[in-house]
């Protein structure tokens, strides 16, 4: 992800392919709507210049507290402190690798654990094991025209006699999802903004994580150095900017925020100046999942990020879509809609740490020309993975030893 920011954005474009489009209210899962309270308004902020009014309360579900943070921090790098220099690199990759793995043990068990039990003293690849291969590939949520596709592939490459045995079949099948992944992770092409910040908008459904995924991009960003705003542009639910703020104090940064029921387009309006006046190198926002109307949500964002346009031409240079990967096929037909309403330029996939449903990584690259820039494999904040097709492939179908399968 740093690669992605630092260096350039990738190239995006909207690819789609047949599937059931669910209307926007099966979509967007409802839970139950909050009244918003009045508050005062705030910025959060230990580095403004101005003097600030501070508002904050414990929120319901605000995630980890800062202790677990830290203790998993210590636990996500138990190689850090190597002494030998010139070894500690690897050896650091090596477990975050295996962290991974670990996460992603539900989809493996799901997906390529059923494979190779499917494939178990079989010696030829005939039409009945294709087709309970195809039915594996849609339980474990790989959606069924990218099914169909690897099956229809693996047929005629059978047909062509470049597979025959179902070990070279299962490799083949690895390939072609690696090269699905590595299709809509292309180089960059545009750049960073010759001058203000770089804005990124976050949006998705209530509850997918958008708010954590949030606290775990600036702290990535801080790490590398970059300067973050965070702005609280959930005004719907009440706890949701104070849920930020917890966030931003536990990363270090700065939270720009109005009262509960504000306008978020004023809010944003007013952080893109605040960071532009201070040299903020990244604004991250918040955006509400659910309106009191659904329709309004789309309706919502589309202004947002138009107010964002005309204040900082360019802006906003990502709209991440943040999916749950729980939801499993509602996660496509969600993309879709965000998609159609506002341009989706990244998606980030979480929760892949508690589910079987890890296919929908595959689903997602192979139904969308968007990028996924980020997996979220935990709720704490080191638990926010840079997507890497060859690593996710590799932590799925290898041995965990040294990555081949
Ligand atoms: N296991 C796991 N939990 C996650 C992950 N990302 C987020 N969560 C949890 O998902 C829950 C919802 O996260 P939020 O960040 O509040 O989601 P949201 O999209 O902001 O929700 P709304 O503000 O209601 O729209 C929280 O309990 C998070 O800790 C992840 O990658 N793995
Ligand atoms: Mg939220």
Not at 22 to 44: G, H, N, S, T, Y
Not at 88 to 104: H, I
Not at 199 to 224: E, L
Not at 379 to 389: A, C, H, I, T, Y
């Amino acid at each position: 992800m740093l690669g992605w920011f630092k260096k350039k954005l990738k190239k995006l474009g909207i690819g789609k392919k047949e599937e059931e489009v669910l209307a926007p209210e099966e979509i967007i899962q409802d839970a139950q709507e909050v009244e918003a309270e009045p508050e005062a308004p705030c910025v959060e902020t230990d580095q403004a210049e101005e003097p600030v009014d501070v508002v904050l309360e414990a929120p319901p579900d605000a995630g980890p507290l800062p202790e677990e943070i830290v203790a998993a921090e210590d636990e996500a790098q138990p190689c850090a402190e190597e002494p030998q220099a010139v070894q500690e690199e690897p050896v650091v990759k090596k477990g975050m690798f295996q962290r991974l793995r670990a996460r992603l043990s539900k989809t493996r068990d799901s997906f390529v654990r059923r494979v190779d039990a499917l494939f178990l003293g079989k010696r030829v690849i005939d039409d009945e094991l294709l087709d309970e291969l195809e039915e594996i590939l849609i339980t474990a949520d790989l959606g069924v025209g990218t099914a169909q596709d690897l099956i229809d592939d693996a047929r005629s490459r059978v047909a062509r006699k470049e597979l025959s045995d179902p070990a070279t079949l299962k490799a083949a099948i690895k390939e072609k999802i690696l090269s699905y992944l590595l299709s809509v992770d292309r180089p960059a092409e545009l750049v960073m903004p010759e001058s203000g910040p770089f804005v990124i908008m976050v949006v998705g459904v209530n509850g997918v994580g958008k708010t954590t995924t949030i606290g775990k991009m600036a702290h990535k960003f801080v790490k590398s150095g970059q300067s973050v705003l965070l702005v609280a542009g959930d005004t719907f639910r009440a706890a949701a900017v104070e849920q930020l703020q917890i966030w931003g104090e536990r990363v270090g940064v700065n939270v720009v925020s109005q009262k509960s029921g504000a306008d978020p387009s004023s809010v944003v309006y007013d952080a893109i100046d605040f960071a532009t006046n201070r040299n903020f190198d990244v604004i991250i926002m918040d955006t509400a999942g659910r309106l009191h109307t659904k329709v309004n949500l789309m309706e919502e964002l589309k202004k947002i990020k138009r107010v964002m346009g005309k204040k900082l031409p360019g802006a906003p240079h990502e709209i991440m879509l943040v999916l749950d990967a729980t939801t499993g096929q509602n996660g496509i037909s969600q993309a879709r809609l965000f998609d159609e309403a506002v341009g989706i330029t990244g998606i980030t996939l979480t929760k892949l740490d508690g589910t079987a449903k890890g296919g929908i990584v595959v689903n997602v690259c192979h139904d969308f020309n968007i990028p996924i820039r980020f997996i979220g494999i935990g709720e704490k904040m080191e638990d926010l993975r840079d997507f890497d097709p060859n690593e996710f492939v590799e932590a799925l179908f290898g041995t965990g030893e040294n990555g081949s399968s």
